[in-house]
C-alpha cells in the first residue's frame, strides 16, 4: 500500500512489503453478492471486488485449500455440483481450479494426471497443519503466534541495526505483544530447592512471639476504587429548564459549534475545540455526538443527566497529564464517531451498540496516571495489586466509570432494561480491556483470521450475525481510535507526537528518581523520536489500519494515504545515523537481545512452523522474496474489502510447500 520511499535519509523497512512475505495463498478475483435480505442488518458489504487477495491467516490457508482441493475433485470426478452448496460463486468453480477450460478430464490425460497429484499434494497439506492444531486453542491464535513469530524476526534484526533500533524494539515488544510468564515448576518444589529448606528450617527455629513481630504491617484494605472523587454537585449539576447548547458554558460558543459542526469529518481540530469548551472537550464532543446521532432519545437518556456524567467523568481525567487527558479521550470519542459513520458499516450496528461504543471511547482512559502498565506492576503499585497484574489500567479505568455513574443524577442508562443494561456494560467492558496496547496483536490476528475466512468462503458479504463478531469489530474501531494520531493531518499528529513524548519523560524521569531501570522511550536524554515514529507506524500502526481497511474498502483509503504522507515526513527527518564502529565493541554490553517471550507449548508450535516456512521458502514465487516481515501484520496488497471472495490461485492446486506452512 505504501509505495513512497524518502531519499536522503537512512531507510527502515517499509510495511507494504510485510504481507508478501508471508507465505500465502494467491487468490483470483470472486464476483462479490451483495446480501439485500433480513440478514442485512449483520452484514459487513464490499463495493467491488479488486485485484489479487493473499491469504496469510493460517485457518484461512486452510479453508481456502480445501476449497481448491473440493474443486479440483469435481474436475477429477466429473459428478456436477450440489444445487444445496452454501456457496454462492460455484458455477465458476472451474476457472479457480487446476482445470480452466471447464471441459471433463479423462484418466490418462497428462492435465488429469498433474490435477490429481497437486489435489492430493494439497489435501496433505491441510491434513498437515490440521494435526499441529491444539484443541484448547482458537484458529485466531494461529495467527497471533505466527505474527509474532514474524514480527519477533524483523525486531531481531532492527534491534541490531543500532542503539536506537534496540530501543525502539524493546518499546514495541514491552508495550504492544502480551507476553506470558513461564515458570520452572519443579524449581517450586520445596525438596528439591536447598535454599527454600533452608529458610524453612531458619523460620522454624523461631517462636512464635518473633515470628509475629516480623510480620509486614498491614496496609488499609482496598476496599474503595481509588482516583474516585467526592461527588461535586455545585459544579457538575445543571439548574434551571435549558442546557448549554453544545454542553458546555463558554463564551466563544458560535465559533465552538462552527468546529463542532466538523464532528463527522477526520482530523478535526480538536485542540482548538478544547480551547473553545474552556477545557471540557469531552463533554461537548460526547453531547454533541449523542445529540445528532439521537442516542439520548433512542437509549432514553435524560440530556442533564448526561452532562452530569459527562462533566463529573472529565474532572475524573487527570489535567497534568501531557497526554492521558480528556483531551485524548475526547479525540478518541469523535474518531470512534467518524469511524462507525463508515459506508461499509451503514446500518450494522443497533444504537445500543453505537451507544456502547461510543461510551466506552469516553471513559477508556478516565483517571489514567500519565504512567504506564509495566510501571505501576514494578513499582508494585496498589492498581497492580488490585488487579493481579493484568490490564492494571484499563480495569481501574472500568472501575471508575461504573463508580461514576452510582453518583446521585449521574446513571444515564436509568431507564434502561435490565437485560440492555447488562449488555451494554459487557460490550463496555469488553472494549474498553481492548486498548490495553499488550493485547494489540491478538485484536490484528483475530480481525485478521475472521476477515481472511469470511473472504475465502467467497459469499461477498461479511456476516456478523453473533455477539463474538460484533465485538470483535468494535473492539478493533475503538483500537484504530485509540491509535489514530498517526493517521491525521500533520499538523495534529506532531503536536499529539510532543505530548506523548513529553509524558514518556515524565515517567522516565520518576523512574530515574526512583532507581529503577528507565523504561524504552522514556529517557528525555536519550530519545530517537523520529526513527521511534517510523518503527511504531512501521510495526503497530499500518498493520492494524490496513486490516481495517480491508474490513471496510475502499473507505479508509484517505486515512491510509495520510498515514503515508506522515510516515515520509518521519522518514525524512531521521538524523544520519553515526558510525557504527563504537557501538560494536563490546555488543554483549551495549544491547539487550529482543527476544518475543512465547508459552513453551508455542515454543514447540514454531518449531513445527519454521519447518514448514524453510519448506515452502524453497518453491515460493520470486516475488514473494527480498522483502520484509514488516508488512506482514499488514492488510492485503491495496486494502483489498472483506466481501471480496478469494479464489484458488493461477495453475489450480499448489502443493503444500506454496503454502510453507503455517
Known amino acids: 500500500m505504501l509505495n513512497k520511499n524518502s531519499a536522503g535519509s537512512q531507510s527502515l523497512p517499509r510495511v507494504h512489503s510485510f504481507f508478501n512475505m508471508i507465505p500465502s495463498i494467491m487468490q483470483d478475483d470472486l464476483a462479490v453478492t451483495i446480501l439485500n435480505d433480513r440478514d442485512n442488518m449483520f452484514s459487513i458489504k464490499s463495493q467491488r471486488s479488486h485485484g489479487e487477495d493473499l491469504i496469510v491467516t493460517p485457518f484461512a490457508q486452510i479453508l481456502a485449500s480445501l476449497r481448491s482441493v473440493r474443486n479440483n475433485l469435481l474436475s477429477l470426478t466429473n459428478v456436477p455440483a450440489s444445487n444445496k452448496s452454501r456457496r454462492p460463486n460455484q458455477s465458476s468453480s472451474a476457472s479457480r481450479s487446476g482445470n480452466p477450460s471447464g471441459a471433463p478430464l479423462s484418466q490418462g490425460e497428462e492435465a488429469y494426471t498433474r490435477l490429481a497429484t497437486d489435489t492430493i499434494e494439497e489435501l496433505d497439506w491441510c491434513l498437515d497443519q490440521l494435526e499441529t492444531i491444539q484443541t484448547h486453542r482458537s484458529v485466531s491464535d494461529m495467527a497471533s503466534l505466527k505474527f509474532k513469530r514474524m514480527l519477533n524476526k524483523e525486531l531481531s534484526h532492527f534491534s541490531e541495526s543500532s542503539r536506537s533500533g534496540n530501543q525502539i524494539s524493546e518499546y514495541i515488544c514491552s508495550t504492544f505483544l502480551d507476553k506470558q510468564q513461564e515458570f520452572d515448576l519443579p524449581s517450586l518444589r520445596v525438596e528439591d530447592n536447598p535454599e527454600l529448606v533452608a529458610a524453612n528450617a531458619a523460620a522454624g527455629q523461631q517462636s512464635a512471639g518473633q515470628y509475629a513481630r516480623s510480620r509486614s504491617p498491614r496496609g488499609p484494605p482496598m476496599s474503595q476504587i481509588s482516583g474516585v472523587k467526592r461527588p461535586l454537585s455545585h459544579t457538575n449539576s445543571f439548574t434551571g429548564e435549558r442546557l448549554p447548547t453544545f454542553g458546555v458554558e463558554t463564551p466563544r460558543e458560535n465559533e465552538l459549534g462552527t468546529l463542532l459542526g466538523e464532528l463527522d469529518t477526520w482530523g478535526i481540530q480538536i485542540f482548538s475545540i478544547g480551547e473553545f469548551s474552556v477545557n471540557r472537550p469531552l463533554t461537548c464532543v460526547a453531547y454533541t455526538i449523542f445529540q445528532s446521532r439521537e442516542l ?63 461510551f466506552a471511547a469516553c471513559i477508556h482512559d478516565v483517571d489514567h496516571p500519565g504512567l504506564t502498565n509495566q510501571f505501576l506492576v514494578n513499582s508494585s503499585s ?8 493484568e490490564s492494571v489500567l484499563e480495569n481501574h479505568h472500568l472501575a471508575v466509570a461504573f463508580k461514576l455513574l452510582q453518583n446521585q443524577g449521574c446513571d444515564i442508562f436509568c ?25 494489540h496483536m491478538s485484536l490484528l490476528a483475530d480481525l485478521k483470521t475472521m476477515v481472511e475466512t469470511k473472504k475465502v468462503a467467497g459469499s461477498g458479504v461479511l456476516l456478523l450475525d453473533n455477539y463474538t463478531d460484533r465485538i470483535q469489530v468494535l473492539e478493533n474501531l475503538v483500537h484504530c481510535a485509540d491509535l489514530s494520531n498517526p493517521t491525521k493531518p500533520l499538523p495534529l499528529y506532531k503536536r499529539w507526537v510532543a505530548l506523548l513524548m513529553e509524558e514518556f519523560f515524565l515517567q522516565g524521569d520518576k523512574e530515574r528518581e526512583s532507581g529503577m531501570d528507565i523504561s524504552p522511550m522514556c529517557d528525555r536524554h536519550n530519545a530517537t523520536i523520529e526513527k521511534s515514529q517510523v518503527g511504531f507506524i512501521d510495526y503497530i500502526v499500518h498493520p492494524l489500519w490496513e486490516t481495517w481497511a480491508d474490513l471496510v474498502h475502499p473507505d479508509a483509503q484517505d486515512i491510509l494515504d495520510t498515514l503515508e504522507e506522515n510516515r515520509d515526513y518521519y522518514q525524512s527527518m531521521i538524523p544520519p545515523s ?22 513453551e507449548s508455542d515454543q514447540e508450535n514454531l518449531a513445527e512452523l519454521e519447518e514448514g516456512d524453510e519448506s515452502g521458502g524453497e518453491s515460493t514465487t520470486t516475488g514473494t522474496t527480498g522483502t520484509t516481515a514488516a508488512s506482514a501484520l499488514g492488510g492485503a496488497g491495496g486494502g483489498g474489502g472483506a466481501g471480496g471472495g478469494v479464489a484458488p490461485r493461477t495453475g489450480g492446486c499448489q502443493n503444500q510447500q506454496q503454502h510453507g506452512g503455517m
Open 578 to 599: 553515526p558510525p557504527p564502529s563504537g557501538v560494536d565493541e563490546n555488543p554483549q554490553e551495549d544491547r539487550i537481545r529482543f527476544q518475543v517471550t512465547l508459552e
Open 382 to 389: 496498589e492498581l497492580a495489586l488490585m488487579y493481579n497484574d
Open 415 to 439: 431507564n434502561m432494561q435490565k437485560k440492555q443494561r447488562q449488555t451494554l456494560r459487557k460490550m463496555v467492558i469488553d472494549i474498553v480491556l481492548s486498548t490495553d496496547m499488550s493485547k
Open 296 to 358: 439520548l432519545t433512542s437509549l432514553m437518556i435524560p440530556p442533564k443527566t448526561f452532562l452530569n456524567f459527562m462533566t463529573t467523568l472529565e474532572d475524573h481525567y487527570v489535567k497534568d497529564n501531557p497526554f492521558h487527558n480528556s483531551l485524548h479521550a475526547a479525540d478518541v470519542t469523535q474518531s470512534t464517531n467518524v469511524l462507525l459513520n463508515t459506508p461499509a458499516l451503514e446500518g450494522v450496528f443497533t444504537p445500543l451498540e453505537v451507544g456502547g461504543a461510543l
